[in-house]
């Protein structure tokens, strides 16, 4: 991405804030040699990964607003990190669910049943401690019919 000015006064107001252009490069993760380049005119542009870990310590240094700063480019990365995180999330989910289909064929517990449906449905909403009170209150009424 092109470094814009706004972007370079951006950079120079958070290093002016933080003291040292190390403290930013500690709390970034870019390079001090990089923001010495990027203050200095050294370089033309900035990479993607060094501006997405730029970006957050120097959005509020902005003197107007940063539109420059959110290009096409950077709209597709975020899209591409959102996909990657669903994709993730549905994999785990996917998992998850087939553990739990996996415990309750071992309890012989019969997935077609309808109170383990309507169990099921409500499964995907609850939180995680209300999925160990369901299923302590379960093994609670399992053990009483042994």
């Not at 000015?5 to 970034?28: H, R």
């Not at 240094?61 to 996909?83: G, M, R, S, W």
């Not at 309507?118 to 093994?139: D, F, K, P």
Request: proline fraction near 2%; aromatic fraction near 6%.
């Amino acid at each position: 991405m092109r470094l814009k000015q706004e972007i370079i006064e951006a950079i120079k107001a958070a290093v002016d804030d933080l003291g040292t252009q190390k403290a930013l490069a500690d709390i970034s993760g870019v390079s001090c040699k990089n923001i010495n380049k990027y203050i200095n005119g050294g370089v033309k542009t900035i990479r993607s990964e060094a501006w997405q870990k730029l970006l957050p310590h120097i959005a509020p240094y902005f003197q107007i607003a940063p539109t420059t700063a959110k290009t096409l480019h950077d709209t597709v990365l975020c899209a591409e990190n959102i996909a990657k995180s669903v994709e993730k999330i549905e994999k785990d989910n996917i998992n998850y669910w087939e553990r739990v289909t996996q415990k309750l064929a071992e309890l012989n517990v019969d997935i077609l049943d309808i109170s383990t449906s309507a169990i099921l449905s409500y499964w995907g909403g609850m939180t995680q401690s209300q999925r160990y009170e369901l299923l302590a209150q379960a093994a609670e009424i399992y053990e009483k019919k042994r």
